[in-house]
């Protein structure tokens, strides 16, 4: 069964910083992009960054670029979202999917193409 779990998620003073991991288990994270998603409370669910397969793509959110970095190691199927200067807005529960393996590059960060979810790590970013 494929499986996503993001961890990683707390409690940090603005300015600070966290990493987010996004684990796979049941495949393979070789053939897949993942993408990092964040929902705030009342809010929309919106892209933050996503990375190809491979890793030779990355894309950022206007909001975090600059401060986010998306990262993914293979030989331990884990993706990464390092995150620095964070600042109250981007409070929010952060999730990682992933679409199907034939999803255009170009919809790799666009949640209505994500087939599968995690449950979500909750990052509060407050003094």
């Known amino acids: 069964q494929l499986q996503l779990v993001e961890s990683g998620g707390g409690l940090v003073q603005p300015g600070g910083s966290l990493r987010l991991s996004c684990a796979a288990s049941?495949?393979?994270?070789?053939?897949?992009?993942i993408g990092w998603f964040r929902q705030a409370p009342g809010k929309e669910r919106e892209g933050v960054s996503c990375i190809s397969s491979s890793g030779g793509i990355t894309k950022y959110a206007d909001s975090v670029k600059g401060r986010f970095t998306i990262s993914r190691d293979n030989a331990k199927n884990t993706v990464y979202l390092q995150m620095n200067s964070l600042k109250p807005e981007d409070t929010a529960v952060y999730y990682c999917?992933?679409?199907?393996?034939?999803?255009?590059?170009?919809?790799?960060?666009?949640?209505?193409?994500?087939?599968?979810w995690g449950k979500g790590t909750l990052v509060t970013v407050s003094s």
């Open positions: 999917a992933a679409p199907k393996p034939s999803t255009p590059v170009q919809a790799m960060c666009v949640p209505r193409f994500m087939d599968y």
């Open positions: 049941g495949f393979t994270l070789d053939y897949y992009a």
